[in-house]
């Protein structure tokens, strides 16, 4: 089935305990198609960059089947600029500086082309942009997944609250779910996402795992214990590619296949931190997929059935 993704193609600079990059490229629309390209065949990009930004790249998405007819390239303007750092447990870092440049006007085009997708994923941007690509297909998708983060909690809550109610399913980390609902116990957190529209939601806890809450069932997916971790940036945008990827791919939206979908989402997640930027998930191949997919299932299998 096909999917539509919306997000952020970007250059970032990093800093994490292991090193420092100067400007390499990110955003959440790369990482989530990237991803999602090991799943399905129809895979649409809509996005804005500036002309500073490499055709090269461009050339790499295409190489990895994603359309990228929807990818505006603004001439004279600058490509969005993020930089983080991360703190010593690379569990939590700081946003340093948030350039918008292309993103500050963003309209987001839909080519006639995409106006059939079957799957959505909102990746992290404005929620207005997100409740304006909603508005602009002409059939509701079967599933719309959104991702969001805590600028947007705190800057646009009034919209956030207002696209929250056409989704189906929010993900967003632990630190993020506790902003949105002042719940401390994550159940709870869950219950009162519920209430503002999304019958599904996917709680992210970094190197400690994912909780998926919906028809009134949790499921608990463990991250896979690596020795090296050098950069996080991107993993959980990487995780969302390869969930809802795998949706499409299997064009199944029960409870059921989503646990396997968060299995193979926090496969995807797993590689993505093994080096900086998108570098890893650009050259994975099925069979390391299905291996770290075969680790997560040994990880926690205990033989009790
Ligand atoms: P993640 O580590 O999965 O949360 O995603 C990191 C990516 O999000 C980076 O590559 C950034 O370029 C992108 N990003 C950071 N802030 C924003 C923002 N305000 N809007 C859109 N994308 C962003």
Not at 47 to 74: S, W
Request: hydrophobic fraction near 40%.
């Amino acid at each position: 089935m096909s999917l539509l993704t919306v997000g952020s193609v970007a250059f970032d600079a990093l800093e994490t305990p292991f090193g420092k990059t100067d400007k390499i490229i990110g955003g959440s629309g790369t990482y989530i198609t990237l991803s999602a390209s090991y799943f399905t065949q129809e895979n649409n990009l809509v996005a804005v960059v500036g002309d500073d930004f490499p055709h090269t790249m461009i050339n790499d998405f295409n190489q990895h089947g994603i359309n990228t007819e929807g990818l505006q390239v603004r001439a004279g303007e600058k490509t969005f600029f993020w930089s983080g750092r991360y703190h010593n447990d690379m569990n939590s870092r700081d946003t340093l500086e948030t350039q918008l440049n292309v993103m500050e006007d963003f309209d987001p085009i839909i080519p006639d082309s995409y106006q059939n997708c079957q799957y959505l994923m909102l990746g992290n941007t404005a929620p207005a942009i997100q409740q304006t690509v909603i508005e602009r297909l002409k059939n509701r998708p079967k599933l719309i997944m959104l991702d969001t983060m805590n600028l947007w909690i705190n800057i646009a809550n009034p919209d956030l609250m207002s696209v929250l109610k056409l989704v189906d399913i929010l993900v967003v980390n632990d630190e993020e779910a506790r902003q949105l609902t002042h719940e401390y116990s994550l159940v709870r957190a869950a219950a009162r996402i519920h209430a503002m529209g999304p019958k599904t939601v996917i709680i992210k806890k970094g190197e400690h795992g994912a909780l998926l809450f919906g028809e009134g069932r949790i499921f608990f997916a463990p991250a896979l214990p690596l020795e090296e971790v050098f950069d996080p940036t991107g993993a959980g945008d990487t995780f969302a590619g390869g969930f809802i990827g795998y949706l499409a791919k299997t064009d199944d939206t029960s409870f059921d296949n989503m646990k396997r979908a968060i299995i193979y989402g926090s496969a995807m997640a797993s590689f993505c931190v093994e080096k900086f930027g998108a570098e890893r998930i650009m050259n994975l191949t099925e069979a390391e997929i299905q291996d770290r997919v075969s680790e997560f299932v040994k990880l926690s299998a205990f033989g009790l059935e």
